[in-house]
């Protein structure tokens, strides 16, 4: 019996979408990873994209749990000397609440290059409506 590798051209992408509200963001980050890694499928192969896209919507209502609403903090830096700047999760969710779920998911992704493509397939929203109802996106539960 020889071992399936899956090739760029036979992988066929499906779309998932994910309601963040009330959904703890380690549990949901985990999920749409997997999602997006393709993990999931039995063609699953590490060298190639065959994940799925991700659409995550309500990321403003996404839930953390125990001190991590005050302990998280996310740090921008602008390139100049002295331009570090840090910002509590509360502060991120007036602000860009769409990060929070793709910062999370970001890291747990692979560090290298086929991750950052496949970060381009999750899309995050941060009320209830989103774009791409035209691709009839399946609902997933967390």
Do not use: C
Request: proline share 5%; net charge positive; glycine share 8%.
């Amino acid at each position: 019996m020889k071992t399936f590798l899956a090739k760029k051209e036979s992988v066929q992408p499906k779309w998932h979408l994910i309601d963040a509200e009330g959904a703890v963001l380690g549990r949901l980050a985990v999920k749409a990873a997997t999602l997006i890694r393709g993990r999931h499928k039995a063609s699953y192969t590490p060298t190639v994209d065959t994940g799925d896209f991700v659409v995550v919507i309500n990321a403003e209502k996404v839930v953390l749990t125990g001190k991590k609403e005050t302990a998280n903090e996310y740090m921008t830096f602008s390139g100049f000397v002295g331009g570090e700047s840090y910002r509590n999760v509360p502060q991120m969710r007036a602000h860009r609440p769409e990060h929070i779920v793709t910062h999370a998911v970001k890291g747990m992704l692979p560090k290298n290059r086929i991750a950052a493509k496949m970060l381009t397939k999750l899309r995050v929203f941060a009320g209830p409506t989103h774009t791409h109802e035209a691709q009839n996106p399946v609902k997933i539960a967390v």
